[in-house]
Every structure is written in structure tokens, then in C-alpha cells.
């Protein structure tokens, strides 16, 4: 399916200069299912920056994003979180990887992201109810806290997920894919939540197909394609040669700012 993306206004968000580091990765490589899913990639993510990361289907994206987590191993490299605290990286999955028929509460999601404070075996107090409320309060979903989680459309679900971060007390939040499954207004309105976290001062990483979104909303952008093909603003990664580069064949054409690509949108690794 042949897709015809508009002209991108090359007018980004001015790009913040945060003094210091809040994440770093070097060297890494991981092998996913006997195949490299990653290769030798370096960045660094700042404090307080917004980072888009693209790419193609099968790129290394959510394995890229996992590994920060923690949930797979590297073979090579390693990820350092310069942020202080336990537990400061907040995380929310692909829409695909969650069961959503578990029997749980909003409000009980935003829960699992207090547990380790509180500890295991342990019942939350009110002090943890009271965090749980603030979370939501923050995400515009207070009003929805003992809906089953089941029951909610795809983007009221992210904002349990960011509302389970925040109740972490997360400083990183890493997304995956977030706007995967859901309309226009609802993408809109999960953006406005993530920038309202970014001024007060929540670093943002996520990762998407949407290259508009990614070149106007985000200070840096990651192109990623199993290596590191470019990284820094939307002026020196939105580069022909770059997304030849990232993209490839799937790149039909390129004229008077039209980019005209092959949809691929169809894979669980993006």
C-alpha cells in the first residue's frame, strides 16, 4: 500500500539544552531470536529532552526500548540511567503485548506501580490510594478509576499506563508504539498529557511510524534500523540520504517535500 506523506514544515520545537545526562547507551548489541536485533548502537538522551525514534518494521525499536527497561539482556554494550532513584523508568507496551481482559481496576493498574515501594505481600495504604488519585488526576482519568481496565477505548488505556509511570514516580518514560490502534483525537490528547509531563520536567522516549509527529513535536529524533543510521534534531535527521538510508526501497519518491513510502505497518517488532 503506497502512502503519500505530507510536506513537513521544518518548524520543531526549539531544543532545550539540559545540563546533564539522563540516559546513555553505548556499544550495544542484542541478539533476538538467534537473529541481531541491534548493533553496536551509542546515544545519549538528556534531561528533560523529548526523543522520537523511527524506523521501518523489524528495525529494533521495541527491542531497543526493552532492553533500556531491562527486560532483555544485551550481548554487547550496556545502558546506564544517570537519573536518580530505583525506579525512575516508566514504561508503556505496545497495545498488542497486554492482556487486557485481566480482571483489574484502573486504579488497580495504577497500583502495580506502587508496589515496590509499598512492598510485596504488603496492602497499600491510603497514602499509596492518595498517589494512585493524583496519577490519574494527572492523566484526565480520575473520573474512570474503578472502570475495568478491559472496558476502555485504546488511548484511555495509555493514559492508565503513563498514570501507572507517574505513580512509580518515574523520570524516563519509555513508549512503545503509543498511538498504535487509536484515532486522531485521542493521539492528540495523549500528546497534549505527554507534553504537559515534559514541562514539568519528565523525560519523554517513544517510539512511532508517524515521521509528522516525530519532526514537529520532538526535540531530537533516533533513526534506527538494527544500526544507529542518524541521531539529533529534525533538521539534520529529515535528510533524503537519511531516510534512504532508514527506509529504503519503501522510499518511492522525493520531490517538493513529498515523501511517498510503502506501508509496512504490519509486524510486532517495530
Known amino acids: 500500500m503506497l502512502t503519500v506523506a505530507e510536506p513537513i514544515e521544518m518548524k520543531p520545537v526549539p531544543v532545550r539544552v539540559p545540563a546533564r545526562l539522563a540516559l546513555e547507551v553505548r556499544d550495544l548489541t542484542v541478539i533476538y531470536n538467534n537473529e541481531p536485533a541491534l548493533e553496536n548502537i551509542s546515544f545519549s538522551v538528556k534531561a528533560g529532552e523529548r526523543v522520537a525514534i523511527i524506523g521501518p518494521n523489524g528495525a529494533g525499536k521495541s527491542t531497543l526500548i526493552k532492553t533500556v527497561m531491562g527486560m532483555l539482556q544485551p550481548q554487547a554494550g550496556m545502558v546506564k540511567i544517570h537519573e536518580s532513584g530505583r525506579y525512575c523508568l516508566g514504561y508503556v507496551p505496545q497495545h498488542e503485548g497486554v492482556d487486557w481482559s485481566f480482571p483489574a481496576t484502573v486504579r488497580d493498574v495504577v497500583m502495580m506501580g506502587r508496589i515496590r515501594q509499598i512492598g510485596w ?150
Open 121 to 270: 505481600l504488603r496492602w497499600p495504604g491510603r497514602a499509596q490510594w492518595d498517589a494512585v488519585d493524583v496519577a490519574l488526576e494527572r492523566v484526565g482519568m480520575a473520573d474512570l478509576g474503578d472502570r475495568q481496565i478491559g472496558e476502555l477505548s485504546g488511548g484511555q488505556r495509555r493514559r492508565v499506563f503513563i498514570a501507572r509511570a507517574l505513580a512509580q514516580e518515574a523520570k524516563i518514560l519509555l513508549l512503545d508504539e503509543p498511538f498504535s490502534g487509536v484515532d486522531a483525537g485521542a493521539q492528540a490528547s495523549l500528546m497534549d498529557v505527554l507534553d504537559g509531563l515534559n514541562t514539568e520536567g519528565m523525560t519523554i522516549i517513544l517510539c512511532t511510524h508517524d515521521l509528522a509527529l516525530a519532526f514537529k513535536r520532538f526535540d531530537r529524533v533516533l533513526a534506527l534500523h538494527q544500526q544507529l543510521i542518524a541521531y539529533g534534531t529534525a533538521d539534520e535527521v529529515y535528510q533524503p540520504s537519511v531516510l534512504a538510508r532508514l527506509y529504503g526501497g519503501q522510499i518511492a519518491t522525493l520531490e517538493n517535500g513529498r515523501l511517498l513510502f510503502v506501508d509496512d505497518h504490519h509486524c510486532n517488532d517495530c
